[in-house]
């Protein structure tokens, strides 16, 4: 059974840095590109940053590259997603998701994403 697991949201002032956590557990990572999304109230969620388990082929939302980067530590199963600099725009719920690296859908469309973590809360206090 495929679980990913978010850690790490919570609140914090403009200007802050927050470090979000996804564990996953139940697949066979090399085969997996892990990846970031956010949903802000009342918007779509959004793309921000997917990284190759296998190599090192990381993308970014144009946005947020400077701002956000992703790393990855696989003798924990975890992918991170380090924040700098928080916007009041940034506060959102954070989900991580998983995609069959060669599936042939782009890493910046949800759709092409198989399995979600329940997401983890964001907030930017201005």
């Known amino acids: 059974q495929v679980e990913l697991k978010e850690s790490g949201g919570g609140t914090a002032q403009t200007g802050g840095s927050l470090r979000l956590s996804c564990v996953a557990s139940?697949?066979?990572?090399?085969?997996?590109?892990l990846g970031w999304f956010r949903q802000a109230p009342e918007k779509e969620r959004e793309f921000v940053a997917a990284?190759?388990?296998?190599?090192?082929?990381?993308y970014y939302e144009g946005a947020v590259k400077g701002r956000f980067t992703i790393s990855k530590d696989n003798a924990k199963n975890t992918v991170y997603l380090q924040i700098e600099r928080l916007e009041p725009e940034d506060t959102a719920v954070y989900y991580c998701?998983?995609?069959?690296?060669?599936?042939?859908?782009?890493?910046?469309?949800?759709?092409?994403?198989?399995?979600w973590g329940q997401g983890t809360q964001v907030t930017v206090s201005s």
């Open positions: 998701a998983a995609a069959r690296t060669h599936s042939g859908g782009s890493y910046f469309d949800a759709d092409t994403y198989v399995y």
């Open positions: 139940g697949l066979t990572h090399s085969y997996y590109t």
């Open positions: 990284i190759n388990w296998s190599g090192d082929p990381t």
